[in-house]
Each structure stands twice: as C-alpha cells, then as structure tokens.
DNA sequence: TCTGGGGTCCTAGGACCC
DNA sequence: TCTGGGGTCCTAGGACCC
C-alpha cells in the first residue's frame, strides 16, 4: 500500500526580530523592528509591532512617528547574526530527520511520512520545544498533506496561540479544511503574489476556498501551471516534493543601493569592483564558473524631481571563468560603456549567469590565457578566497574596490556579531 | 534625507534550420 | 500570380518566493 504523503513546514517567528532577543533579553515583549539593507525598508516585526498596524516592507522613513511615540526599538539587518542562528535551527531540526529541504533562512519542510498520524501533533510540539530550548527561537509548525496546505496550517498556528505553535490539518475533513480556508485572503496563498491577487479578486475569487474551487482552465490559462499546481494543493493533491539536496545556483547576483547617491565613474567603479568580487567569491564557494556578466546602473527612481536614467550591459565572456581579476575586468569595461556623467547613482549591480561546474568547462581555442595561466589564477583565488575566510571578508581584495568605499550602504543600527567576533561576544555577569 | 537583496520558474515570440 | 510549416533554441519579461 502506497503510503500518502505528509509534509510539516517549520516556520521562525518573527525570525531576525527574535535573533535580536536571544541575545538581549531587555527585547522581550517590547516593539522591535528590523530594517532591510541600507536601512531603508521594515522586513521584520515583533508582535507589537504588528499589532501597531506596521506593514511589512514599508519604508522606515513612513512610520517615524510611530517609531517614537511607541518606542520602537529599530535595528539594522545583522546578517552574520541571523545566518549563524539559521544554521543552529537548521542544526536542530536536522535531529529529527534527514528528510528535510532548507527554504529559506528561516524555513524547513520536514517529511512526516512513515510516521503514524496521531504521533504528528507530539512531534510538531517536540520540534518546537527542542529549536527552542537549543537556540533560543520560537518557531510555528504547520502539518498538511501538501506543501501550501502547511502553509496555511503555520498561518493557523501562528496566528491563533490556543494552538500552542503547532496545527495538523493532515487529517482534517474536507468541511473543515474548507471552513479554514475559508477565511484566509487569496493573496495569502503560497504561490499567489500582488498581480495574480487583483487578477482574483476581480474576478470574484477572494479567499483561499474560492482559489480552490476555481475553474481549472481559467486558472491555468492566466495563472500558468504554477497557478494550475497551486489549486492542485489546496486541493490535498501534492504537486511539490522535498528538495533534500541543494542544487547549484543558476544565477549569482550582487547588488546594493549606495548610502547616498553617487555621481562619479570612478565611486561607481569601486562599487562594481567589490560587487564582482562577492559574486565570484559565492561562484567559487559552489566550484562553478560563469560565461555571461551582466552590469547595471540605475538612478533612484523614487526621485520624481531628478532626471533618470538605468541601462545595462550583456557580457558574453569566450570562455566560463570564476577568477576575480578577469571578471572585473570585464564588467569595469561594461560599466565604461554604459555610464554617463551628469546623473546621480542610487544603485549598481552585477549578475553572472551561464553557470557550469568548474570541471567541465570548455575551454576556447585561442584561450586568452594558456592552461598554465589560468591554472595560476585559480590558485590565486582559492588563496584569496582562503585568507578571506580565515581574517573576515574583504581582508584581501582589489585595489579596484577602493579603500574609503564612500558608497557604502547605511548599518546604522547594528546589533553585536553576537555570535562571530570574539571582541562581540555577551558578556554574562553573575 | 529617507523606498532591500537574491533567488526561481514559466511563457511568448523571434531566430534559425531543414 | 505568387510568399510553407514545424521543430528547437534562446532571450526578455513577468510572475512568484523569502
């Protein structure tokens, strides 16, 4: 007998506003925020916070007065922070079973199947209560038949605490599943984002339930398969699996707004340089070579008042290359194509794609570098990349980065690498 | 003054080939 | 008086995710 499938997704609350708390316990029920890179954006809210009406992703500068008169505590993205907690939770769930696909940083689908259903539930609170007790994190679980349905599940068990973290719809009767669904907006379905909710919605569909009664060949023919995979699961038919393993990436970007605009070419080629350099670095980390490049710039749109301009350069590179040097080589020469003087730069980026194992490469014929050239260049990197690891990034980089890095985006609220610096680490007093 | 960054997948349409 | 059809590959653009 083939055995039906059942999948528990394991949810951060709140995840980069409780990385703050673990280490700082003055945080504890009081309104915490955490802001998007250059400061700019809301990405993460305590539960006051959102009981204030703050919306996701809003711009920090729209809700000031908020911020004072609640007082809010507002922190910076401390990214080394939560990626080193990631790694613990994930460490920790990984306990459970190796059946387990990595989302997202603060997201893993576990697969439940092979255990019997009424050991579900205990095992979502066990979970719970052992991320907790290891890390400091509290996380939501949610237990259903698809993968979407468990994100309906972690709503439920978030949203309402009577649950206690942890809801099973993996048995629930049609009737109440729907009752459920019900209730949730269509634009809070796994799947479904801004455009397919107002296609949806005026199209009379406004909650979960509407989407998975909704007419299939209408759904497939303005939402794409995806769409069509989408009502598939709310259905209770999975359409999606665990991916267990990590797959090489297909695209590597490096981008960032400036802390304040830039004008000149050679603060613009700095940032290029350095934005080069981290993709590379990610490139390498995953022993993959690229042979397309792409550099862009762009003025801050948001700015009515100002002229603008954005354009972007397509590089095809006559053979695949992970080496730094050659790469920035590349883009700076783009860049030389595609600025113009006379704007104020709010944003640079570079993307490499064309990405294959750095063992299989071809290699052209009339190489620009013999084979023992380029053999150089790769132990180069991995020095380089070798030094990085062991004194911090950005120890040993190109002068083409520049020193002062004037460009560089806003952190003014960091939190302590709690959890990474020796000279940062908490100081305990008995 | 101030509006993030890094990914994935799908489709339509053009180029090209036979 | 007259201008094919079908397959494949690639790319740009648009949707989504966290």
């Not at 911020?67 to 939770?89: C, E, G, P």
């Not at 237990?143 to 709503?155: F, Q």
């Not at 920035?328 to 490499?352: D, E, F, M, S």
């Amino acid at each position: 007998m083939r055995q039906e499938k059942v999948f528990a997704l394991v949810d951060c609350n709140n995840f980069y506003v409780s990385c703050e708390r673990v280490f700082d316990p003055a945080l504890a029920a009081i309104p915490v925020m955490v802001l998007s890179n250059n400061d700019g954006c809301v990405v993460a809210r305590s539960n006051e916070v959102k009981a204030l009406g703050i919306r996701m992703g809003i711009p920090v500068f729209q809700c000031d007065t908020m911020i004072k008169r609640h007082n809010i505590r507002v922190f910076s993205s401390n990214y080394t922070l939560y990626a080193d907690m990631s790694r613990r939770v994930m460490e920790a769930l990984k306990q459970f079973t190796p059946d387990i696909e990595i989302y997202s940083i603060d997201e893993a689908f576990l697969s439940l199947t092979g255990l019997r259903c009424e050991e579900y539930a205990a095992y979502g609170r066990e979970i719970r209560q052992t991320v907790m007790k290891w890390t400091g994190i509290s996380v939501s679980v949610g237990i259903a038949r698809t993968k979407t349905l468990t994100k309906v599940a972690n709503e439920i068990a978030k949203k309402h605490s009577r649950y206690g973290g942890v809801v099973d719809l993996s048995k629930s009767p049609e009737r109440e599943l729907d009752f459920y669904l019900g209730r949730l907006g269509v634009e809070d379905v796994w799947g479904v984002g801004h455009q397919y909710a107002k296609l949806l919605r005026a199209q009379g569909i406004k909650t979960a339930r509407d989407l998975k009664y909704a007419d299939m060949k209408w759904v497939r023919k303005r939402m794409t398969v995806m769409g069509e995979r989408c009502v598939l699961e709310l259905r209770g038919i999975p359409c999606f699996g665990l991916d267990r393993y990590p797959v090489s990436k297909k695209g590597i970007r490096s981008s960032r707004s400036f802390g304040k605009s830039v004008a000149t070419r050679e603060e613009l080629e700095e940032a290029v340089a350095s934005y080069v350099s981290r993709a590379a670095e990610k490139l390498r980390s995953q022993n993959s070579c690229a042979n397309i490049l792409i550099v862009y710039i762009k003025t801050n749109k948001f700015r009515r008042d100002e002229p603008q301009y954005a354009n972007s350069l397509h590089i095809r590179l006559k053979e695949p290359t992970a080496n730094t040097i050659d790469l920035t080589r590349h883009a700076l020469h783009g860049l030389g194509k595609i600025y113009k003087p006379g704007y104020r730069y709010k944003k640079a980026g570079v993307l490499l794609e064309g990405i294959q194992p750095d063992s299989l490469i071809q290699l052209h014929l009339f190489s620009s570098l013999d084979y023992g050239g380029r053999e150089r260049g790769e132990s180069l990197m991995d020095t380089v990349d070798r030094i990085n690891r062991k004194w911090g990034r950005g120890s040993l980089r190109l002068a083409a980065e520049g020193i002062r890095q004037r460009w560089k985006m806003r952190r003014s609220m960091l939190s302590p690498a709690y959890t990474s610096k020796w000279e940062e680490l908490p100081v305990v007093r008995v």
